[in-house]
């Protein structure tokens, strides 16, 4: 009897956890974490809206990469979708958007009037958002299809995989305390 | 039944007030003296039946006197006669504002002051409706540039140039052949 269970806990000594642990870097399971629930901050402006929302809809779908929550309060949300063109008189209106939103947090300029003022070279656009805000990643498209969009949004997730975010916290922490 | 028993009408009511009139396939305008413009408005309003204001517009002749000139669309509610009235104004006059005969005419006279810079007189809400209050330009008129002026108004709003990269681009209808008709940068002079 006590000899047949000593054989068995050398062959599994705790039952209740063996295939249960895995062993990884804080990085990467903060970023593994980050990455796949992403909520993004819808910022419909224009026409490239309709195809953010034809993205969230399920033909497209885009919770199966986790990033269904569209939240319409900055304050919750991780990645602001700038869909459509910014005009001058929206441009701070944006600007505000983005500052509210917590860190950590990235910005997709979607279509040609987010990234760069598109076909408007007027009085009335702000030539690109990344003039006010910095992007993390640009789409291109007039207006971008839902697929396009998806890919921008795997972009931001391929990036925040390679991010060091317990050394990012740190420096910003060291940084405030100074 | 179209405008023209009307613009016969109006010559006969109005004489010499009415400039000129302009038939244009089933078309008719009238050309009509700056002051008299609110009466003859009126009068369509409220005696000839054109309930409806569909829209008004304005122009700019840059480097004529008179510089700007209104334009009014109107119709009856049934859709069986329309008229178009011009009248000419010069930078200094203010325009008599309509919004006493048709309550639509509200929001496009604040488009025209907006874009145009034409100010009226008896307005009850005369401010921007596309730019913002504080806006210092108004950049529908010739003398401004596409690309826009900079323009600074802390926490409100800013402006700046757009880069036009030899543009404006303009096509030429009828050209030899579609190549020459495509989008050209227009050569400055």
């Given amino acids: 009897m006590e000899s047949s269970s000593n054989s068995t806990l050398h062959t599994a000594y705790d039952s209740k956890i063996e295939g249960n642990v895995i062993i990884t870097r804080v990085d990467a399971a903060i970023n593994w974490m980050r990455k796949n629930s992403l909520w993004p901050m819808p910022m419909g402006l224009a026409c490239c809206a309709i195809e953010m929302m034809a993205t969230a809809c399920s033909r497209f779908d885009l919770s199966r990469f986790g990033m269904e929550v569209m939240r319409f309060s900055p304050r919750q949300a991780d990645v602001l979708i700038v869909s459509g063109t910014v005009t001058y008189k929206m441009a701070l209106a944006v600007k505000r958007i983005w500052d509210q939103m917590p860190e950590p947090k990235w910005c997709i300029a979607m279509g040609a009037c987010a990234s760069s003022g598109g076909m408007y070279r007027s009085y009335a656009v702000l030539q690109g958002i990344d003039r006010l805000i910095p992007v993390d990643v640009y789409i291109s498209g007039c207006p971008p299809r839902p697929e396009a969009l998806i890919e921008g949004l795997m972009k931001v997730q391929k990036k925040i995989e390679g991010e060091e975010s317990t050394m990012e916290q740190k420096r910003t922490f060291f940084e405030g305390v100074a | ?189």
């Fill in chain 2, 1 to 189: 039944m179209s405008a023209i028993n009307d613009v016969t009408r109006l010559q006969e009511a109005f004489g010499a007030k009415i400039l000129k009139t302009v038939e244009f396939r089933g078309e008719h305008t009238l050309h009509v003296d700056a002051a008299a413009l609110h009466e003859v408005l009126a009068e369509c309003r409220n005696r000839l039946g054109y309930e409806m204001l569909l829209d008004v517009s304005s122009l700019d002749h840059f480097g004529d006197d008179p510089r700007f000139e209104m334009v009014y669309e109107i119709a009856s509610l049934d859709d069986s006669k329309h008229l178009r009235v011009k009248a000419a104004f010069s930078e200094e006059e203010k325009v008599p504002s309509v919004t006493d005969l048709w309550a639509g005419a509200d929001w496009h006279e604040r488009e025209v002051w907006d874009m145009m810079g034409i100010p009226f007189s008896g307005h009850p809400n005369l401010k921007r409706i596309l730019m913002w209050e504080g806006y210092p330009f108004f950049p529908l008129r010739k003398d401004f540039p596409l690309a826009g002026r900079p323009s600074e108004m802390p926490d409100v709003a800013f402006s700046g140039v757009a880069p036009l990269e030899g543009g404006p681009f303009v096509t030429c209808a009828g050209g030899e052949d579609t190549v020459r008709r495509e989008p050209r940068a227009r050569v400055l002079e």
